[in-house]
Structures are given as structure tokens and as C-alpha cells.
């Protein structure tokens, strides 16, 4: 049998607007318009702590909603990282904010509901 690999996900949702700076003049993308987002994170792991975790489920939460929290009710393109607020720059923003705490980061999920539409980084 080979070594289980476990992956724990946890999701926040947070509002924002952002627009396309580098759109042609008219194009809807250019003018400030706004989401609903979700963001979903998963960390992996072959080994389980003392309690029999990939990590704590509680204290991810608590990262994952603090870093959506950064974003939720703002101007995403005010925020480093995402001058281009596109979903693909909303996942490496998640993944830089989270992986020095969480070297098991896997995968980041970035989606927009509403208009199914999402973006996935592996990592």
C-alpha cells in the first residue's frame, strides 16, 4: 500500500470591486464593478500531527478569513499584488499571504459564484 496523502480545504467569501486598468476605453472590465467572491484553500499532507490532523481546521479558518478580510468590502486593485485584480492574481495574493504560515498549501480556489467562474493554482 502506498503512504495515505491527506488535503484538508477550508473556504471564506468576501465582496469587493476592482476594475481593468489596461482595457480599452468603453470595454465594460475597465469600469469599477463588483463580486462576490469565494476563496478555497487546501494544505496536504503524508503525515498527521499528535491529534491525528494535516493541521488545525480552526486556525486555518481563522487565517483564511483574516486574509479574505484584508479584501472584503475594498478596491482589490489597491492592494500589492493586485493592480490587475484578475482571479489568477487573486490566487498567488492567497498564496503569498498564506504560506509562510502554512508550508503545506496546496491549492488555492478563487471563484466567483455567481458567474461560475473560478481559477485554481496548484502549488
Known sequence: ??????EI????TFD???HFPNEPEGSPY???HGHSFQVEVSIRSDRLDANGWVADLNALDAALKAAAGEL???MLNEHEGLEIPSLEHLCLWFARRLTPAW???SR????????HE??????
Open 1 to 6: 500500500m502506498t503512504q495515505p496523502v491527506f
Open 9 to 12: 480545504t477550508k473556504a471564506a
Open 16 to 18: 469587493a470591486a476592482h
Open 30 to 32: 475597465r469600469r469599477i
Open 72 to 74: 472584503d468590502h475594498g
Open 103 to 105: 508550508p503545506g498549501l
Open 108 to 115: 488555492v480556489v478563487v471563484s466567483r459564484p455567481t458567474i
Open 118 to 123: 473560478r481559477c485554481a493554482l496548484e502549488l
